[in-house]
Every structure is written in C-alpha cells, then in structure tokens.
C-alpha cells in the first residue's frame, strides 16, 4: 500500500508543478517577451511595402534553424527514450 501511496503522490506532484508551470506561462504578458525596439518599429512602420515583404521573409528564414534543431533533438529523444531503462533491465 505504501508503494501505491508514494506513486501517486509523485504522480499528483508531478501534476501539480506542471499545472503551475502553465498558469504562470499563461498569465505572463506577450509584451515581456517582445523586445519593442521604437527605432526597428518606427524604420519598418515607415518603409514600403517591398521592405516589409522582405522583414517577414527575413525572420521566417532566421526561424527555420532553431526550429530544425527543436525538431532534431525531439525525435532523437523520442528515439533513445528506453535506451538506458533497456540496459539496467539485462544486468
């Protein structure tokens, strides 16, 4: 019975940070995270429309490798997840 008891009080702990976790996420401003630099926001306000075709094909381009490398180390996790629990389970 202790066993049982001490696994659900892990597994509500574990709920409990991760419900935490998310309600701080959602409750910080999207405005922390901008950087609101007046001058980039005023230069790309004021520029035509081929700048500002370019600005998103700029940071679309700048997007591209954070979000490969995310995904790379995803699924490489994703692959060895059982890789050590395997192992101590032939000894």
Do not use: E
């Not at 997007?63 to 490489?76: A, E, H």
Request: hydrophobic fraction near 45%; glycine fraction near 6%.
């Amino acid at each position: 019975m202790k066993a049982r008891q001490g696994t659900w009080q892990y597994l509500w702990r574990s709920i409990t940070r991760r419900a935490a976790v998310l309600l701080m996420a959602l409750l910080t401003p999207t405005l922390v995270f901008a950087q609101n630099c007046a001058l980039c926001y005023t230069q790309a306000a004021g520029s035509g429309s081929r700048m500002i075709h370019a600005l998103k094909s700029g940071i679309l381009i700048l997007m591209i490798p954070p979000m490969g490398i995310c995904i790379g180390l995803t699924v490489m996790a994703y692959k060895k997840r059982n890789q050590f629990n395997d192992d101590s389970d032939q000894n």
